[in-house]
């Protein structure tokens, strides 16, 4: 653990991120930017063969940051046999719903299997997706746990000791694209460990790359914490956009009731109608805590 410490401390550290999204390539530019080797995975040879040559494919990320990383020693891959030449591996995939509105983890349990090879020891390994509380304790740990040693004449030893040889930790993503008052840098992160030394080298990481690490208790907090955050979106928007009808059938301007209300020093954030949810996360994210519920 402490040569993993240093390394992540001195900037040393490789670090890989799984899955080039609006989440996993501004994480990527952010290392980078810190000085940070880094390498992309992701499973679309197209993003891949369009990173390796500074070309942007999301809206809002400007192809001179990809440039810049390239320019620092960043590359794009489909090899995730390149997983074992890293320190840090953070898991930036979708997690979406199924068909009856469950959650679909099939992009995580991929990850896990395209990766499971070539895990060595002294990784970090972090979910940043937005899942249920318990993902990580449930699915992650037990996966690395059930990695045998093969160095062992019987496979029923583990390779990994979470906490002392194979760490573990839960970051979720908050990104707001689009937004220019906020970014990877700005925004604080929440930050989680299996184990107390898990939780210290998740934290130490994302020190190095953001203004303000929170570090909670357990991933499971952590896991809540974002699901909440959704719901309380979820909720507001389509709370607000109920009102305004109603507002409309009284006569009444909903936009100077929200800006009256706004006064009110406490207990009362303002949310202005739109055209309802929408994106990746928020219609989606509350049918996972109640899944998780039932």
Not at 47 to 76: P, Q, R
């Amino acid at each position: 653990m402490k040569s993993l410490k240093n390394n992540i401390q001195q900037k040393n550290a490789t670090i890989g991120v799984i899955g080039m999204g609006y989440v996993g390539l501004p994480l990527a530019i952010r290392f980078s930017e810190e000085g940070f080797p880094v390498v992309g995975f992701d499973i679309d040879k197209e993003k891949v063969n369009l990173l390796n040559v500074g070309k942007s494919y999301i809206k809002h990320i400007k192809e001179v940051d990809i440039t810049a990383m390239a320019n620092n020693g960043f590359t794009a891959t489909l090899d995730f046999s390149q997983i074992s030449n890293v320190d840090a591996i953070i898991i930036c995939v979708p997690t979406p719903l199924g068909i009856h509105n469950e959650p679909d983890l099939s992009f995580i349990h991929g990850t896990l299997e395209n990766i499971k090879p070539h895990l060595k020891e002294n990784q970090l390994l972090i979910l940043e997706s937005t899942t249920y509380p318990g993902t990580t304790e449930e699915i992650l740990v037990p996966f690395i746990k059930s990695i045998p040693d093969s160095s062992l004449i019987t496979h029923h030893s583990s390779l990994f000791t979470i906490g002392e040889n194979f760490f573990i930790g839960y970051s979720p993503e908050r990104e707001d694209p689009g937004n220019k008052n906020f970014t990877t840098k700005t925004i604080p992160k929440v930050v989680s460990g299996h184990t107390k030394n898990c939780l210290k080298l998740t934290k130490s990481l994302y020190d190095q790359i953001v203004d303000q690490t929170v570090p909670v208790s357990s991933p499971r907090v952590a896991e809540m914490t974002k699901i909440m955050e959704n719901i309380h979106r979820a909720v507001n928007i389509g709370l607000v956009n109920e009102l305004k009808i109603v507002a409309d059938k009284m006569d009444i301007d909903i936009y100077e009731v929200i800006n009256a209300a706004a006064t009110k020093p406490f207990g009362f954030t303002p949310y202005y109608p739109g055209p309802g949810l929408g994106g990746h996360c928020i219609p989606i994210d509350p049918f996972y805590l109640t899944w998780k519920a039932k």
